[in-house]
């Protein structure tokens, strides 16, 4: 395996309660993972165990309560990190143009330069045609598309998806999954990718973690033994049946029990 | 195992291209329903004047109180020609816009950090919610004290009437806005005025101009009504000196100016209003 890109280690995040009387939330729990370079990590769990929590630890914006993570420089990226949301978090008000070009607009660069990169982006996402359009007038896939292009162009070390496909039709995810493997293929960048589907978790990652709920930990890392590139026949394998059904067998109980809490 | 094709074809893809804003017959259409609003405004204004002047004429009411519109319009085009008109209005909408932006731009800036930072909205809020209800009218004497006679007063005094409204109003446009939006510009390395500057006052923006309308509107109000008191010039000081002095069709006339002011000031916020939220969802 290649030298960890991504360290956490002994993370912890506990979100003080809202109100009075109410316990605090212990979302995560003295997780530790290494991520490699170049590697597709797929993380899998009972909603709210806690997986958005942790890409939101290495995106930044929620602080670790205890414990940390390290993200190994990397002089030629841009960022550390660069994230897709579960909403696309397209601003409404700018063209997707405008929008696929935000991350180099807040770099200062030029409007003809970020706009001739940012049609370069669309290209690649098949958004050509939509470049002047404003979000709500493209259906949810192409948003989610266009969430892809705009982390794409940030140019970051490591990306970061969480639950990207999560508020789509399921057909449109399919379509949205081979096109995440095959950008992938292309671009081989570091990925941690959260998701609730079993399947999407076998389909795209090199590893696959697989978290309980709250407070969230690491049940199993199971390494996905399927060789790429993969496409969507590998899900009709036995094999990829009988590991899908050995994660569903750790996740069953955890999932049972955030259903009744919910 | 088969390769993934290289560019797939996505079904989604034909879903229907975006629509151009704003078709051919849309528009014409659009012209057709703001001759018809500009006609429901107008007909019941020129009938109520007719009416008026039709009332006078036939003596049922007294033309010392309520001089005939076509008197009023024609000693308002004598104001015109003498110059005086355009001197007051000039000296008049000079202190609202003063007064207009001395009011908003705190108003603004306050109400991003109240809004930004719950910390400081907990701070500052109960000085908010204890003065706002007060008639601000009320502490001209104190502003006449402060800034002696003149200018400053009035424009203070319109200033702080307008500055309340925009500060609620872009208070609540801030909370409005996305928390993702913002967490999407900061994770993609953007600085705070970054920030500020790219998502949160545009996000508030919409919300922000329902201040500004109120606050233009009410900064005209505040000046006027200060006007007549300690100023002898500008529109408000001439209609309330035409009164003292009984020359009602003078002070009809300088009325009908403030009035067209305000309209117009309305109409300007709210043509600034869709200029700045130009091809958003509406």
Excluded at chain 1, 5 to 18: A, E, G
Excluded at chain 2, 11 to 38: F, K
Excluded at chain 2, 174 to 195: A, E, F, I, N, P
């Amino acid at each position: 395996m290649a030298a960890a890109k991504v360290t956490i280690s002994d993370l912890s995040v506990v979100f003080p309660p809202h109100d009075d009387g109410e316990e605090p939330v212990r979302a995560v729990d003295a997780l530790s993972l290494d991520v490699a370079e170049n590697e597709f990590v797929c993380i899998v769990g009972p909603s709210g165990c806690g997986k958005s929590t942790v890409l939101k630890v290495l995106a930044g914006l929620v602080p670790p309560t205890a414990g940390g993570f390290e993200i190994a420089p990397d002089p030629e990226a841009a960022l550390p990190v660069a994230m897709v949301w579960q909403g696309d978090a397209l601003i409404p008000w700018r063209t997707i143009l405008d929008n696929v070009a935000m991350p180099l607009e807040l770099r200062g660069v030029s409007k003809r330069e970020r706009h001739e990169r940012a049609r370069e982006h669309l290209d690649r996402l098949a958004l050509t045609q939509f470049a002047r359009a404003y979000p709500h007038q493209l259906s949810g896939g192409m948003r989610q598309r266009a969430g892809i292009a705009r982390a794409l162009i940030a140019d970051a070390s490591v990306l970061l998806m969480d639950e990207p496909f999560g508020a789509l039709d399921a057909q449109t995810r399919l379509v949205l999954q081979e096109q995440i493997l095959d950008l992938w293929e292309r671009e081989r960048k570091t990925l941690v990718f959260v998701t609730h589907s079993i399947e999407e978790s076998l389909l795209l990652g090199d590893r696959v973690v697989v978290m309980s709920a709250r407070p969230g930990r690491i049940r199993e890392i199971i390494d996905v033994p399927f060789a790429r590139p993969r496409n969507r026949d590998v899900t009709r394998t036995q094999a990829f049946q009988d590991q899908a059904g050995e994660i569903w067998a750790l996740l069953r109980q955890d999932a049972r029990r955030a259903e009744q809490f919910a | 195992m088969t390769a993934a094709p290289a560019q797939p074809v996505l079904p989604g893809d034909q879903a229907p291209a975006p629509a151009p804003m704003g078709g051919q017959p849309r528009s014409s259409r659009r012209t057709r329903r703001g001759l018809a609003a500009v006609a429901r405004t107008v007909i019941p204004l020129v009938v109520v004047t007719v009416l008026w002047e039709l009332v006078v004429r036939a003596g049922l009411i007294g033309s010392t109180f309520f001089p005939p519109p076509t008197t009023i319009l024609s000693t308002l085009w004598e104001l015109i020609q003498e110059g005086e008109i355009g001197t007051e209005l000039l000296i008049s909408l000079e202190r609202v816009a003063l007064a207009f932006v001395i009011g908003t731009v705190p108003a603004v800036l306050l109400g991003c950090i109240m809004g930004y930072y719950p910390f400081f909205y907990r701070i500052v809020d109960p000085l908010v919610a204890v003065t706002y209800p007060v008639p601000k009218l009320a502490i001209l004497p104190l502003l006449l004290v402060i800034f002696g006679l003149g200018s400053a007063p009035i424009i203070a005094m319109a200033a702080i009437l307008c500055f309340y409204p925009t500060l609620v109003s872009t208070i609540a446009g801030v909370r409005g806005v996305d928390r993702d939006l913002v967490d999407v510009v900061s994770t993609l390395g953007g600085t705070k005025v970054q920030v500020l500057w790219k998502v949160i006052l545009p996000g508030a923006l919409p919300v922000m101009f329902a201040g500004f309308r109120l606050g233009a509107g009410i900064a005209l109000e505040g000046e006027i009504a200060a006007e007549f008191v300690s100023a002898s010039e500008g529109i408000g000081a001439k209609t309330w000196s035409y009164w003292q002095v009984f020359q009602i069709d003078r002070m009809y006339a300088n009325l009908v100016v403030i009035a067209i002011v305000g309209l117009a000031i309305t109409y300007l916020v709210k043509w600034a209003e869709t200029q700045a939220v130009k091809g958003r969802r509406t």
